[in-house]
């Protein structure tokens, strides 16, 4: 085969793709990164280029170098932060990249295995980091422990389904049959549960009690994200 070194050029990043890895609006990064190169005494004009919309208007978009999209994430939540990263790292990889060409058709049946094999390790890849960077979401939204039906709204499910599902793979259970929940020892252990004496009662005629409760850690809500990964509740 004859070899191919793709260019080394620097690996850049348009404000529509930052937007895009982010979930954020593309005024708003476009926002940010007028600010940033305000701060830098950069004139934003020289990083700006024209695109058509789906109307077929034209907008502008602002195209970054890699030292100028890691000074921009600076400003953002690591959840986002690892994103872009990740998808900067891509890039770069893809520059640096060695292209074999093929001279027969048995090297080219060779180099077409070998990319569908490579393709496949990077889908697997994909895959397995996924649920990570799910949980790094549901993480940022949490602010400490949090009661089980809250837990469920993080993490985008109904509570009656994530009672049933965390009564059904061991994480809490009734003593009795009318009881409050308490969660299993080796959760506990782990640290993804908790419980917490909670006050309950007081309306009219009622009196007021303490009960423990089972609340479910910052640990905990990672743990779930991850493992309710493709699961439909």
Not at 22 to 38: C, E, P, S, W, Y
Not at 121 to 144: C, S
Not at 185 to 202: A, C, D, F, T
Not at 203 to 229: F, P, S, Y
Request: glycine share 6%.
């Amino acid at each position: 085969m004859n070899t191919i070194v793709a260019p080394s050029n620097t690996v850049s990043m348009s404000s529509r793709e930052i937007a895009d890895l982010t979930g954020k609006q593309h005024q708003h990064v476009a926002r940010d990164i007028k600010r940033m190169l305000a701060d830098l005494n950069f004139d934003a004009s020289t990083f700006g280029r024209i695109y058509l919309d789906g109307m077929n208007r034209q907008q502008t978009e602002f195209v970054l170098s890699h030292d100028l999209v890691i000074t921009l994430l600076a400003g953002y939540s690591a959840p986002l932060r690892y994103r872009v990263v990740t998808r900067l790292q891509e890039l770069e990889n893809v520059s640096r990249h060695v292209v074999s060409i093929p001279k027969t058709l048995p090297e080219a049946l060779r180099f077409a295995a070998e990319q569908a094999e490579q393709n496949l390790q990077l889908q697997q890849v994909i895959a397995k980091q996924t649920p990570k960077v799910d949980a790094l979401n549901r993480l940022a939204k949490t602010q400490g422990d949090v009661c089980i039906t809250t837990a469920a709204q993080i993490l985008g499910v109904r509570p009656t389904k994530l009672f049933g599902w965390l009564n059904q793979n061991r994480w809490i259970h009734r003593r009795t049959a009318h009881s409050s929940w308490v969660a299993y020892q080796p959760r506990l252990n782990s640290g993804w549960l908790k419980h917490k004496l909670v006050k309950v009662g007081g309306g009219e005629g009622q009196d007021i009690k303490v009960v423990e409760q089972v609340m479910v850690t910052r640990a905990g809500i990672v743990t779930l994200a991850e493992q309710l990964q493709g699961i439909t509740l």
